[in-house]
């Protein structure tokens, strides 16, 4: 509590008790006042009440003795008035009693004045009847006399209880006004204590103050404080001087460690300047560097050191060790970005060492050697370009002074450095200018004489300058004659994509309706076909399973070539791939006698991150070209890990091998067979088939991700085709395609690792399991061809699907109107009036058929066809010809989704 506070409440205190003493005096005193004037008038009202009473009392009885043998109406009328006046002073007194005994005394006087009332009632009536009235009177004499005498004792008890509440009154104020004394006199000693402790408090605490500021010693950074024990008026001049102290202590710091910066800065100029004055009379390198490095090492209490400088061989930089301080070991040169030197020349960024370990380097001298605790390898720079590297140690670590001396001297060295080196190269420059001179002089008569031969050349630079003009305007019209064949080469690329989309339909269409057809003869399912006709109807199947391959064929080189080919980019097993590969062909192998094997190297990785199915389709192509033209002994798969042949910057490669006992290929058509619709030998052909077209595509599919293929062989002694993968474990990774860039992350949707339609064999049939599935749904088929709608219908109906038909968009929309009861649509591209894209549209605007399942059919098979589907509404999407058992597991899949 503060000081100020103490004697407001000390005070206040003595001033509050002073006010409340006084106020219950006067509270007393005007109480006490107030109830002697109240008793004085009760007592004195009812005295003069008593008195009233006994006077009309006594009159009564005095006019009945004067006029007793005389009495008239009107003396009784008088009598009563006086009577009634009696009994309400009597009421009135019996009202104003406070205590059960003034009651009674009253009731008692009440019932002495009924007897009298009685009495002179008596003497009425014997009055008026004429009889003797003295027997009456006397009574009523009687009855007067008790009455005065009763009231005469209530006068004299009213008298002396009035006399007893003012004795009583006067002995309480007395009694209150010594109480104020005392409590007044309690009050001012209370005061006088709580002053007298307050004062000896502010000496006290005031003179512990004094007693530390005593204490203070000049210069001292370090002062003493003042302990803190209340926060009043002396707390806060403690806390202002502990403030003050600490001030001065920050001050004193400050000011040391000014002085000592200053001393440092004084310190490194110093060394700065004898560094200059070292260098003024030094040109040539060496030199300065034993110069700087003798006189560097001991100002930063360093023992070793070596300075190397910046040269170069050819366009490489390298370092050359100039000087040395304490040492004669180190490299002589060190190559760019070789060890930690090296490093600091590639990226100019000073290297610190701490806890060197101890075969690092040694600090030695005659007694004996020890490691260094820090080692500091800084650039010397100037204007960002490093021209030579400084190497340090010291027994104890380098500390602010020492780093900041070395940066400004390195900066310095680096000016220096460039001088000399600009000197030198003056100096070299001169030396050859003289040289030159000397040259220039035996040269000038050579040119005299080379004139006379350059005006004639000049003649003939004019012609030849004539001729290029010439040909200058040839090769412009050459160029705008490229330019247009180009474009007509660019529009020509166009109008075969659009050809062979338009192809792709037009050859699929019919196609879907022969493959579904002859796959349901080659079932037959009826039993009514003989094996002749169902051989006819496989042969039927295998033929347009040979023309679909074809049709792919084309399109895969067409994409190929055009750019449009797709890179989708996700994880694999490359054990699952190879296995099926091998599943897919031993069968093959077998038929012809051969033997196929597959070897997976330990070392191959089992995860890789590229696109599945082309690497599958690759892999396809390879073995079915092994196989087919390999006659007798083997076919075999490898894959492994190629060796890098000593090339760092050659990323890892993982290698599929393909060789074979077959035919082989000659040194000069190795190149050719890699050309669409070319083989090795044109007369293969005709005896091992084919279309020339699979290590095309191969190889343009191996391109884009970032592969490549191929091939080595000898005619008559087999052949091996390699396909080399980069090797890709991250989720994130970058393929590199020649000068292209094809960036891909994971997360698109790769093509499932699934055989093409065309190669599922047809002899698995619909199963018993499809027909109970679908049994009782409804399909609207939408095509506007009547033989896929025929085959279509047939092989659903087959499994128990029930099947409606509209030839176009516009009557798919109108049988939905007619039948909402429609299960799933199954929804053809290309149609007159309206087509399959805008029909899916319109559906999809309906809120009903939001849920309903529709699967794409289409004979297109262009890049983008599927994505085009599912963004105009499409659930799914299937290429024609269509394959029933892919078909069914789709309906399976949507029907009971």
């Not at 490691?371 to 650039?379: E, R």
């Not at 070395?406 to 450095?417: H, S």
Request: glycine fraction near 6%.
């Amino acid at each position: 509590m503060k000081f100020a506070t103490r004697l407001y409440v000390g005070f206040g205190i003595i001033i509050a008790m002073m006010t409340i003493l006084l106020l219950i005096n006067i509270n007393l005193q005007s109480r006490q006042t107030e109830e002697i004037n109240e008793l004085v008038k009760d007592r004195y009202q009812k005295i003069k009440i008593l008195n009233k009473i006994r006077e009309d009392a006594f009159y009564v009885h005095a006019d009945l003795e004067g006029e007793y043998t005389s009495a008239t109406d009107n003396n009784l009328k008088s009598i009563n008035e006086i009577l009634f006046e009696i009994n309400n002073n009597i009421d009135t007194l019996i009202q104003m009693s406070t205590g059960k005994v003034e009651q009674d005394e009253m009731m008692k006087l009440k019932f002495q004045l009924e007897g009298f009332e009685e009495t002179i009632y008596q003497y009425n009536q014997d009055s008026i009847e004429l009889r003797s009235v003295e027997g009456a009177l006397h009574k009523a004499r009687l009855n007067r006399d008790a009455i005065l005498s009763y009231i005469t004792i209530l006068i004299a008890n009213q008298e002396e209880v009035m006399d007893n509440m003012i004795i009583e009154t006067e002995q309480r104020l007395n009694a209150s006004v010594n109480s104020g004394v005392i409590s007044i006199a309690i009050g001012i000693i209370l005061g006088i204590v709580l002053s007298f402790w307050s004062i000896r408090t502010i000496t006290i605490r005031l003179g512990k103050l004094k007693e530390v500021m005593n204490s203070v010693e000049n210069g001292s950074e370090q002062l003493p404080r003042i302990t803190i024990t209340k926060n009043d008026e002396i707390g806060a001049i403690a806390t202002a001087y502990n403030q003050m102290a600490a001030a001065l202590e920050e001050h004193e710091k400050n000011e040391r460690l000014y002085k000592e910066d200053i001393e440092e800065q004084n310190r490194i100029q110093t060394q700065l300047a004898d560094i200059s004055i070292l260098s003024q009379d030094l040109s040539d390198i060496k030199s300065l560097g034993q110069e700087y490095i003798q006189s560097i090492i001991p100002a930063v209490e360093a023992s070793y050191g070596v300075i190397y400088i910046k040269k170069e061989k050819g366009n490489r930089p390298y370092l050359h060790k100039l000087a040395t301080y304490a040492t004669n070991n180190g490299k002589e040169t060190i190559e760019l970005g070789e060890d930690l030197a090296g490093q600091c020349l590639q990226d100019g960024r000073p290297k610190r060492l701490s806890g060197v370990p101890h075969h690092y380097v040694k600090i030695a001298s005659g007694l004996g050697e020890t490691k260094p605790q820090s080692i500091l390898i800084l650039p010397i720079e100037l204007e960002g370009e490093i021209l030579a590297v400084l190497e340090i140690a010291s027994l104890q670590e380098f500390t602010k002074t020492h780093e900041t001396l070395l940066k400004e001297t390195t900066e310095q060295l680096g000016i220096i450095i460039n001088r000399i080196q600009k000197q030198m190269q003056v100096k070299q420059l001169l030396d050859a200018t003289k040289t030159l001179n000397e040259e220039l002089q035996n040269q000038s008569e050579e040119l005299q004489l080379q004139q006379e031969e350059l005006k004639t050349m000049n003649e003939e630079l004019e012609s030849q300058y004539r001729k290029s003009e010439q040909r200058t305007n040839d090769l412009q019209k050459a160029k705008a004659a490229l330019e247009e064949k180009t474009k007509q080469v660019l529009l020509s690329s166009q109008y075969k994509s659009e050809f062979l989309a338009n192809m792709s339909h037009e050859l699929r269409t019919p196609l879907n309706s022969l493959l579904i057809l002859a796959q349901i003869l080659v079932e037959n399912k009826e039993g009514n076909l003989t094996n002749k006709q169902t051989q006819y109807a496989n042969t039927i199947y295998s033929s347009g399973k040979d023309l679909l391959d074809l049709i792919n064929d084309i399109l895969d080189l067409s994409k190929i070539e055009s750019g449009k080919l797709d890179s989708h980019i996700g994880e694999f097993d490359v054990r699952g791939v190879v296995s099926f590969v091998k599943n897919q062909f031993s069968a093959v192998a077998e038929q012809k006698g051969l033997t196929f094997n597959v070897q997976i190297e330990e070392d191959a990785p089992a995860i890789l991150y590229s696109d599945e199915q082309k690497i599958y389709q690759i892999l396809k192509n390879l073995v079915a070209n092994a196989l087919k033209f390999t006659e007798k002994g083997d076919v075999t798969l490898r894959v492994y890990v190629p060796e890098p042949e000593g090339r760092k910057s050659t990323p890892e490669l993982l290698a599929f091998a393909v060789s074979d006992t077959g035919i082989g290929i000659s040194p000069a058509k190795q190149e050719l067979i890699f050309e669409a619709f070319q083989q090795a030998d044109g007369t293969t052909s005709r005896k091992f088939g084919g279309t020339g077209l699979g290590l095309s595509i191969s190889k343009g599919m191996a391109d884009l991700i970032g592969g490549s293929i191929t091939v080595e062989s000898e005619e008559g002694e087999g052949s091996i085709f390699t396909f080399f993968l980069p090797i890709n474990l991250d989720e994130n990774l970058s393929i590199i395609e020649g000068n292209k860039e094809v960036a891909a992350t994971v997360g698109e949707a790769p093509e499932p690792l699934l055989p093409a339609p065309d190669s599922i064999v047809i002899d698995e049939g619909l199963s018993n399991e499809s027909e109970d599935i679908l049994t009782g749904k409804s399909v609207l088929l939408v095509d506007d061809d009547m033989r896929n709608v025929f085959a279509l219908t047939t092989a659903l109906e087959e499994v128990g699907i029930d099947v409606h038909f509209a030839e176009n968009g516009r009557e798919a929309l109108e049988v939905l109107g007619v039948k909402p009861d429609v299960d799933l649509v199954l929804m053809d591209i290309m149609m007159p009036e309206m087509d399959g894209y805008e029909a899916m549209k319109r559906i999809r605007s309906s809120t009903i058929y939001e849920q309903l399942p529709i699967i794409a059919l289409t004979a297109k098979a262009m890049k983008d066809d599927r994505e085009k589907c599912l963004e105009a509404g499409a659930s799914d999407y299937i290429s024609k010809p269509v394959n029933l058992n892919q078909l069914l597991s789709l309906l399976k899949v949507w029907l009971y989704k």
